[in-house]
């Protein structure tokens, strides 16, 4: 059995926190979850919400990349409306393991 960790993308006003403050939050989340021994670390995409705080993923995972080694790293949707669907299958490459659903 193999375990994975979404982040949906959020950022209500009403907590306080910063969208900077939100993305430190998540790349420690992702540092913690390979720590931990999880499989993958999923995010979610928001468009047109006004707590959509995560509106490119790819952009994300690239840091997310960084500072991870092993634990395989994906968007949990990708949006073909809001960009070129031609580039879409592209966005997703990556030199490791990624963007596919863990077996």
């Keep these: 059995?193999?375990?994975?960790?979404?982040?949906?993308?959020?950022?209500?006003?009403e907590i306080g926190r910063s969208n900077q403050k939100y993305y430190e939050e998540v790349l420690t989340m992702a540092e913690w979850a390979e720590?931990?021994?999880?499989d993958s670390f999923w995010l979610g995409e928001h468009h047109l919400y006004w707590y959509g705080t995560c509106v490119s993923p790819p952009m994300l995972i690239a840091a997310l990349g960084q500072r991870t080694k092993r634990i395989r790293l994906g968007p949990a949707v990708a949006v073909p409306s809001n960009g070129t669907s031609r580039?879409?299958?592209?966005?997703?490459?990556?030199?490791?393991?990624?963007?596919?659903?863990?077996?």
Excluded: A
């Design 1 to 13: 059995m193999k375990f994975g960790i979404f982040v949906f993308g959020d950022n209500p006003p």
């Design 35 to 38: 720590e931990l021994g999880f």
């Design 87 to 103: 580039g879409l299958p592209r966005r997703g490459q990556s030199g490791r393991p990624s963007n596919t659903i863990p077996s």
